[in-house]
């Protein structure tokens, strides 16, 4: 399936996640349900300032794209999963008495035949109303969460959000704009990536992609393949493939100035498996860089430990093992092809983007101070 390039989209961010000390009040509460391919999460929050406070949160592994790959559908099986997680999910909007909500299924539900009969037995089953988002919303939504990590040096910026169905690539120029400027012209993406930026120096999407590969679908392309070492460079090599016709990746780029910035269970997980976390911490993996050397190093770690010491392993968790080598085989790809040795570490994503960007229509978040 040949990557989605739709036209256009929209950007815009700022997100602090932190517990709120005391009941708020119903009426300032904000919620976002992120469903994904493997995936469904969701977080209640209030505004505070020019960030947001998290109230309550939920997050399982409901492997809704399970088999999608072959049959071209979403299974009963998966579907049940997804709905008892739903119903979790509407308890808690329930108990909190969330009114202000935007609730969005991806590219599991984009691709599956019976996608929308999914959405329909959903609303029947827990009254909760899902909206299947396009790959641009997606690709605008992952630039909202990640950027308030732009760095001031930064003159060139890649985020890339791999997800469980399909990765987001959005590369960003901002090397026109004033050095103190350059966070602020990212928050200016909100009104799309094409747009008027009015008097202020504008950051230029350069171009942005839609890979239909994520680690639950890439790893579904290569299930067949018996020896681990052999199936993730397959998987990387597959991967990096799919990127040829990205137009930043077919010209050569300066090093000096060039950030990734990279959001997703992967890298949150290579992170904490770098720093050596006994018990995940955000506050210490959200904002990290890390060198290509240090990824690499955790990478080699995981094929040496193998299907069952990953298994094992905490830090990568039962749950994600599965999934874990097809992101690496990705995230590898991405740091061979662009011209930088260090990756940011992004703890946050879509949700934080869809709170966000619901506050900010309403007009109830302050101006960042920049």
Known sequence: MAPMRPHGAGAFPKAVVTPAPNAPDPAQLYAALDLGTNSCRMLIAQP??????????????????????????????????????????RQKLERHGVKRMRLVATEACRRARNGANFIAQVRRETGLQLEIIKPEEEARLAVISCAPLVST????????????????????????????????????????????????????????????LGVATLRDQFADVDDDAARF?????????????????????????????????????????????????????DGLRMTSDQIDAVIRGYLKLGPDGRRDDPRIGRDRQALIMSGAAILQALMRLWPTDRLSVADRGLREGLLYAQMSADGVLEDAPY
């Not at 997050?59 to 979790?88: D, F, P, W």
């Not at 003159?155 to 090397?175: A, N, R």
């Not at 026109?176 to 350059?182: C, D, L, N, S, Y």
């Not at 992967?266 to 993996?285: E, N, W």
Request: charged share 20%; hydrophobic share 40%; glycine share 8%.
């Open 48 to 89: 505070k300032g020019s960030q947001f406070h998290v109230i309550d949160s939920f997050s399982k592994s409901v492997q809704l794209g399970q088999g999608l790959e072959s049959s071209g559908k979403l299974s009963r099986a998966s579907m049940n999963r997804t709905i008892q997680a739903m119903r979790i999910c």
């Open 233 to 285: 460079a397959l998987m990387s090599w597959f991967f990096e493939e799919n990127l040829s016709d990205f137009a930043p990746s077919a010209a050569e780029q300066a090093r000096d100035g060039f950030q990734i910035i990279g959001t997703s269970g992967t890298v949150t997980t290579v992170a904490a498996s770098h720093l050596g976390l006994k018990r995940y911490d955000r506050t210490k993996v």
């Open 153 to 212: 040096k930064t003159e060139q910026l890649l985020v890339v959000d791999i997800g469980g169905g399909s990765t987001e690539l959005v590369w960003i120029d901002i090397s026109h704009v004033p050095a103190r400027e350059r966070p602020r012209a990212i928050m200016r993406l909100h009104a799309g990536f094409v747009a008027d930026p009015g008097p202020f120096a504008a950051a230029k999407v350069v171009d942005w992609i839609s890979v239909p």
